[in-house]
């Protein structure tokens, strides 16, 4: 029998468009809070509410390097939920730089797959 309970509190972190799409972000790859400001033009703060919400739910973890934190998608079915509402990414999808980003990977000259983040 399904744990109606978790699927629950999946859909509900689901169904927030701006959860949305950062989960459709990490889907190409781990994503740092700066990179989420930058992409979506919300405050920290904001972001940092959202993130908490999607942790909550079991759907995503962080990890700390230094001052930044970064986040990756962790649950499998929320990611075959992505890929049936939004699509299957492409074979060749990546982390999208961004120019106002002052993340390590976005402002590296070295291609994303490449560059190795210390983990604490």
């Known amino acids: 029998m399904p744990d109606y309970e978790s ?12 959860r949305l799409q950062m989960l459709d972000m990490l ?3 781990e994503t740092c809070v700066c ?3 930058a ?17 909550e739910a079991g759907l ?7 001052l930044r934190v970064y986040y990756r998608l962790t649950d499998d079915v929320a990611r075959a939920v992505l ?5 299957p990414l492409p074979e060749d ?13 976005c402002t590296s000259t070295i ?10």
């Open 39 to 55: 992409v979506l033009g919300k405050r920290q703060a904001y972001v940092s509410q959202q993130l908490m919400a999607l942790r």
């Open 60 to 66: 995503v973890t962080a990890r700390r390097d230094g």
């Open 93 to 105: 999808a990546t982390f999208e730089r961004h120019e106002s980003c002052p993340c390590p990977v």
């Open 83 to 87: 890929d049936a509402a939004l699509g």
């Open 7 to 18: 699927l629950t509190i999946r859909f509900k972190a689901l169904a927030h468009p701006v």
């Open 111 to 120: 291609a994303p797959d490449s560059i190795s983040v210390r983990i604490a």
């Open 35 to 37: 990179h989420f400001e």
């Open 27 to 29: 889907r190409r790859g």
